[in-house]
């Protein structure tokens, strides 16, 4: 239950604040395929440094004429992970979505098989910071030297090596190693990873040093502590995608070497995290943990400012042990507060208290971080998959519009992934297992993480977003703020203060089911840090139709605002406590929400919570979940499941379902349905209106009794209750064998290649090439080529390409920028002055190309000798 909570937590603060919220001389060096051990170069830069319309344009197909998605159907099913590639070469399946671990790829290589390659979340060891209650037991993790000496003791490339097949990165730091972070702080990252390399002589020399002086001896090479053996408990997960267990005991018998007893204690995940965070840390239940964490999309990871407080303060929004447990060092937990609350004035000011917190973050080691692991998804040649970058791609808004069979229109794709319908479906607190969301993101506009639904689409390959459902953008932002635009499709003006109308929406009165206006919260006025301002086409409710074939309409907006809020209200009738911490959490940032008008319809939202990019801080607040998960939801789902909560037959979490002993809600399958369907019968007997006291204002009796005819006939032919307007509708749903069946939507108002310049990922691939031998005191010029499927890759759609100069000791002797040649060409000039600095012997240039379409900077290095 804990875990559960926790989600709503964090999905939630994302949600309301941003959506209701990267060696031979003389012989060219060329850039290996990304995903290799050698973490990459990239530059200070922001990904664009003046906004632009969008990256060059590659050729496409002759235009369609079709609607929805490229295929007829699409056919869903559970399939187990060591016969995908067998099922796919057999013709059983053409694609198998559910992200496979590196140690995989060498089997996808060898069959022949495209795959996608992404991010898969990345891997640590969790450290026990506390002192225990018990005082016969020593904590050597208590000690923050002792947590950074596992830095040195652990060798990352021997587990990416032995573990995941060398087919993903070694991971220091609290930031994504070949993102837009990393890139931006390159110098930091490249002096961190060389003061930190494999050293296990230096890390026993800091246990050494540090462990009598906490009262431990050292016996026949063993630790003991009040004369006996200081054993450290190791929670080491053995499921998942396996790699975790044999990573778990690598480490252990890295701890074995200076000295320590190891309790290897295996466990599944649900019984791990009883014990990580289901515990006290000072009870002394655990010393180390395998952890593992998975971004929720490349827009997520854009600007990783809040992981320095999320990894190792006690102040993380996370709330649990051991970060609850953690006293860190004073100056670190500063810098990791101010800079999740956005306390800087400048782009400068803040990648210095960056800087200085990376060290810091590692000096503090609540977390050993060791991989950033890479994902690849396979399928057949003639298939055609979008994916994320970060995620793969089952977490990608673009990949249901792209998906297709590459020579044909239509058909029937099959699908294979890890699991269906692993809890119940429901868009308050239902499944959001990726494989589960995966399906319903086919059938939407899009998803409310960090994007704000359907109202834009996320760029699978930066991050950034595009207009999907609104006509215009306005953001507003205070002045000082370091917001940047990257695109030109907003309009961005920053003002000396920002003022909150009066009758803009700031909370919710339960009783009374009305909102309560700001002038009401705020009696004093109210500002607010940034004002997102959207308009939607004149033509919106004639266009877009849920697929039951009703036309959406402002009252689904409206709607969705409220129930975002009265969950969290003791006198609403549907209050749930373990979505109330959240939400309440989430109301802190919030300052106003108004329908400036609804024809056409334009919607104000006011915060003081805003993102770095300017694109990512436009809330269209599309009637999609409020919660954060995939899926969108009619007014009328909500007024019958509602009835159902209120009545105590169901509930929307497990939670509350549990405690009661009530069914938890789902909308696709299980004893819900006919306790729903019976609830939809009532409501349409009344012309039932929710929230009439302010719902009334937008909905007819009318239009309500529609609306519930329209939903009883799609359940008489579905038998189920998902209901979007994406370009895929769910046909059909079988929870018991795990599959399900989706068609196309030919009423869906887009072209079926409104996306396709996500067809494909521009990634870089840069050769550098120059001298062998370099003579101190000298002028030298290296060549650098980047291109993109052999051709020459455009200089407007690069921002920068940026090179660094090493010694042989790895000490950076000069950073700075390639000069542009012609497209695709750049070089290096390397002063005289600059070569007088370099000690005779090895040394090394490194070049980082960062294009604009993807954010993924392309590197390579090249090694030459100094000499008199």
Same mark, same amino acid.
């Given at each position: 239950?804990?875990?559960? /909570? ?36 990239a530059t200070d830069a922001p990904a664009t440094q003046e906004p632009t319309a969008e990256p060059t344009a590659e050729p496409t197909a002759e235009p369609t004429t079709r609607r929805g998605g490229w295929l007829d159907e699409i056919v869903v099913s559970v399939v187990d992970d060591d016969s995908a590639i067998s099922q796919i070469q057999a013709g059983t399946i053409d ?89 931006? &702080? ?58 975790? @267990? ?41 010393? &180390? ?8 999309? +490349? ?43 956005? /306390?800087?004035?400048? !782009? ?11 060290? +810091? ?147 919710? /009165? ?17 500002t607010a840090n940034i004002m997102s301002r959207v308009t939607y086409p004149a033509d919106l409710f004639e266009t877009v139709k849920w697929h039951d074939g009703s036309p959406i309409s402002v009252a689904d907006f409206v709607m969705a605002i409220i129930q975002s809020l009265d969950s969290a209200k003791p006198e609403s009738a549907i209050y749930d406590e373990s979505l ?38 436009? @809330? ?57 369907? !019976?609830? +939809? ?48 509708? +769910? ?11 989706? !068609? ?42 980047? /291109? ?13 390409? !940026? ?66």
């Amino acid at each position: 239950m804990k875990m559960k /909570n926790m989600y709503y937590v964090l999905s939630f603060l994302v949600m309301i604040s941003m959506v209701l919220a990267a060696c031979a001389p003389q012989v060219a060096a060329t850039t290996e395929a990304p995903g290799e051990t050698e973490a990459p170069v990239a530059t200070d830069a922001p990904a664009t440094q003046e906004p632009t319309a969008e990256p060059t344009a590659e050729p496409t197909a002759e235009p369609t004429t079709r609607r929805g998605g490229w295929l007829d159907e699409i056919v869903v099913s559970v399939v187990d992970d060591d016969s995908a590639i067998s099922q796919i070469q057999a013709g059983t399946i053409d694609f198998y979505s559910f992200n496979l671990a590196s140690d995989v790829l060498p089997a996808i290589q060898e069959a022949g098989l495209p795959a996608t390659q992404s991010l898969g979340g990345y891997y640590g060891i969790s450290l026990n910071p506390a002192v225990f209650t018990d005082t016969t037991q020593l904590n050597p993790f208590s000690n923050r030297k002792i947590r950074e000496a596992l830095n040195w003791l652990i060798d990352r490339n021997y587990i990416n090596q032995e573990i995941y097949a060398g087919g993903s990165m070694p991971r220091l730091l609290p930031i994504t190693t070949q993102l837009v972070e990393y890139t931006n &702080l390159i110098e930091t990252a490249r002096a961190l990873e060389a003061k930190y390399t494999y050293n296990p002589d230096r890390a026993k020399e800091v246990i050494d040093a540090e462990m009598p002086g906490m009262g431990a001896e050292l016996v026949d090479d063993k630790w003991t502590f009040n004369g006996e053996p200081i054993t450290l408990i190791f929670i080491i997960r053995n499921d998942g995608d396996g790699t975790r @267990l044999p990573m778990g005991d690598y480490v252990a018998n890295q701890l074995e070497t200076v000295g320590f007893t190891m309790d290897r204690r295996y466990h599944t995940s649900s019984e791990a995290f009883n014990i990580w965070q289901g515990t006290t840390a000072s009870d002394g239940q655990w010393h &180390l943990y395998t952890a593992g964490y998975i971004p929720s999309g +490349l827009s997520s990871l854009r600007d990783e400012r809040n992981n320095i407080q999320q990894s190792y303060l006690n102040t993380s929004v996370q709330a649990s042990e051991p970060f609850i447990s953690n006293v860190s060092d004073p100056e670190l937990q500063e810098l990791g507060d101010d800079l999740a609350n956005g /306390n800087f004035a400048t !782009k400068e000011e803040r990648d210095e208290m960056m800087r200085r917190a990376l060290e +810091l973050s590692l000096e503090d080691s609540l977390f050993v971080w060791t991989i950033d692991q890479q994902n690849y998804a396979p399928y057949a040649e003639n298939v055609q998959v979008t994916y994320d970058l970060a995620t793969g791609p089952e977490s990608t808004n673009a990949g249901p519009y792209n998906l297709r069979f590459t020579d044909q229109e239509g058909g029937t794709m099959r699908i294979g992934t890890n699991d269906l319908f692993t809890q119940p479906w429901n868009t308050v607190a239902g499944s959001n297992w990726v494989w589960d969301a995966h399906v319903m993101r086919m059938t939407t506009q899009g998803t409310s993480n960090f994007i704000g639904g359907g109202g834009l689409m996320a760029d699978p390959y930066t991050g950034l977003a595009y207009p999907q459902r609104i006509e215009t953008a306005e953001l507003t932002y205070k002045e000082g703020l370091p917001i940047t635009q990257n695109l030109d499709w907003l309009t961005v003006t920053a003002v000396p203060q920002i003022d909150v109308p009066e009758d803009a929406w700031a909370d919710w /009165n339960a009783t009374e089911q009305t909102f309560i206006t700001a002038g009401e919260r705020f009696p004093e006025g109210a500002t607010a840090n940034i004002m997102s301002r959207v308009t939607y086409p004149a033509d919106l409710f004639e266009t877009v139709k849920w697929h039951d074939g009703s036309p959406i309409s402002v009252a689904d907006f409206v709607m969705a605002i409220i129930q975002s809020l009265d969950s969290a209200k003791p006198e609403s009738a549907i209050y749930d406590e373990s979505l109330a911490l959240s939400i309440d959490a989430g109301l802190q940032s919030l300052k106003g929400i108004r329908i400036a008008s609804t024809d056409p319809l334009t919607i104000e939202y006011y915060t003081d919570s805003y993102n770095s990019d300017a694109e990512l801080n436009i @809330l269209p607040l599309w009637p999609d979940s409020p919660y954060g998960l995939s899926g969108e939801n009619s007014w009328q789902i909500f007024a019958v499941s509602n009835l159902a909560e209120a009545n105590g037959e169901l509930a929307y979490s497990q939670d509350k379902a549990d405690n009661l002993e009530i069914e938890n809600t789902s909308w696709v399958g299980g004893p819900s349905l006919e306790i729903l369907a !019976k609830y +939809l019968d009532q409501a349409a007997s009344e012309s039932y209106i929710p929230y009439e006291p302010t719902m009334g204002q937008y909905i007819t009796k009318e239009e309500a009794d529609q609306r519930y005819a329209n939903f009883q006939q799609w359940y008489e032919d579905h038998g189920h209750f998902w209901v979007g307007t994406g370009p895929y509708y +769910l046909d059909q749903v079988f929870t018991t064998e795990k599959s399900a069946v989706l !068609k196309n939507n030919t009423e869906f108002v887009d072209l079926a290649d409104r996306w396709a310049r996500f067809s494909e990922p521009r990634i870089a691939t840069t050769i550098l090439d120059g001298p062998g031998q370099v003579k101190v005191g000298e002028e030298v010029v290296f060549d650098a080529l980047v /291109n993109f499927k052999d051709q020459p890759y455009p200089q407007t759609d690069i921002a920068r390409v !940026k090179y660094i100069l090493y010694d042989a000791t790895g000490n950076v002797v000069t950073v700075g920028d390639a000069t542009p040649v012609a497209d695709g060409q750049y070089q290096v000039t390397l002063p005289a002055d600059v070569t007088a600095e370099l000690p005779t012997g090895s040394a090394r240039l490194e070049v980082a190309v960062a294009p604009i379409p993807v954010a993924l900077p392309s590197f390579t290095s090249f090694d030459f000798v100094a000499v008199p």
